[in-house]
């Protein structure tokens, strides 16, 4: 039985990952914080590793007695990370020295066998052109527009620069599925009757079912494939009209269509940082997002994932809306 690590194991993503683990017949050790909730994490086969990826000499007594008494792990997948804060410091000590301390930890005890998955984001590279509309392609210049992705570039140029180490890094676009807060917003708006848009109805967007990205990502991580990052997508362009057409439809619901001007949306998520972060709960929509939900262009070419493994979706995202509404109702969520 293999070992592997799985860092924000108690997360939206964290959770399927552990699943999809669990499922593959792996040893799984969920990476968590002493007091990180564990609601999805009730499977029995579920081993923890507890720690604290913010001190480095502490994470190392924990691999070496890790290590003494269940040997390397053969994988790490290090998802952990934080997508909204009220500090933007947080994401350069939380998503880019964590993901540090982690690596120098694992090569300074030599506990890892083999291959290191990171968890990026589309944000490292930021949107598109908006002109062409072409999508982001691997070979371009990052450009990321917030520091939450200047934080995940940061961790991907670091891993990279690492020699000979075994990496492959993800940059999944947005994420939806069961158990998604952001996401979530948006069904319930239009539950209630509303279809929001900012400044225009113009935007293409690209989406990935979290149970694709995690199938995708245990293809890949044992494959011989190595030192190389990959967008992640469902392989098709939506607009965000066509989103939340299905959204409707599987709802069945009649909406009132409301176009915000992009200057208000802009000033209520000011407002709206700046009141929920007096009591330290970052909002949802904040002024990173409100940047964010302005672009147009949020395609990304995944052709990479098909290429070298033979990536073929399971859900699109009429399938993957429709299972996950329907799970929501079911639980009486929506
Ligand atoms: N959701 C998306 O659409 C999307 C898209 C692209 C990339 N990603 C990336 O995917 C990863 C998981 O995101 P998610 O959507 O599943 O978010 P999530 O549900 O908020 O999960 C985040 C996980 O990271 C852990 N974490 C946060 N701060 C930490 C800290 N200081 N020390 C250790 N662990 C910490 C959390 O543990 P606690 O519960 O203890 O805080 C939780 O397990 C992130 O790296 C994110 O950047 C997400």
């Not at 592997?4 to 993503?13: D, Q």
């Not at 020295?97 to 506990?111: F, G, H, K, M, V």
């Not at 009132?256 to 000033?267: L, T």
């Not at 909002?283 to 990304?300: G, M, R, V, Y």
């Amino acid at each position: 039985m293999k070992n592997i690590l799985i860092t924000g194991a108690n997360g939206f993503i964290g959770s399927y990952l552990v699943e999809e683990a669990l499922g593959r017949g792996y040893k799984v050790f969920a990476g968590v914080r002493p007091n990180s909730n564990r609601a999805f994490l009730s499977d029995p086969r579920i081993l923890f590793f507890e720690t604290e990826l913010s001190d480095k000499k502490k994470l190392i007594e924990k691999l070496n007695s890790f290590k003494a008494q269940n040997g390397k792990f053969d994988y790490v997948i290090h998802n952990a990370g934080i997508t909204k804060t009220c500090f933007k410091y947080d994401y350069e000590i939380i998503n880019y020295q964590y993901t540090r301390n982690l690596i120098e930890a694992l090569l300074e005890t030599d506990s890892i066998a083999g291959k290191f998955i990171y968890m990026s984001s589309l944000a490292a590279y930021g949107p598109g052109n908006e002109k062409t509309m072409q999508p982001v392609k691997d070979s371009d210049i990052p450009h990321p527009i917030t520091p939450y992705g200047e934080s995940k570039l940061k961790s991907e140029r670091f891993i990279k620069s690492l020699p000979n180490f075994p990496y492959l890094i993800f940059r999944p676009t947005g994420t939806y599925g069961y158990r998604d807060k952001d996401f979530f917003i948006v069904y319930q708006n239009i539950k209630k009757g509303i279809e929001t848009y900012v400044g225009s109805t113009n935007q293409h967007l690209t989406f990935i079912h979290v149970k694709d990205l995690a199938r995708i990502i245990f293809d890949a991580m044992v494959s011989p494939v190595s030192r190389k990052s990959y967008f992640v997508t469902d392989l098709n362009k939506y607009t965000v009209i066509e989103f939340n057409t299905i959204i409707k439809k599987v709802l069945r619901k009649k909406t009132i269509r409301i176009v915000f001007p992009a200057a208000f949306v802009k000033a209520v998520a000011l407002i709206n940082e700046k009141l929920s972060c007096i009591t330290g709960k970052p909002p949802t929509l904040n002024a990173d997002k409100f940047k964010e939900i302005s672009c147009k262009n949020w395609l990304c070419d995944s052709s990479g994932l098909v290429e070298n493994f033979g990536f073929i979706p399971e859900y699109d995202l009429l399938k993957g809306l429709t299972e996950t509404l329907t799970h929501y109702k079911r639980e009486n969520l929506l």
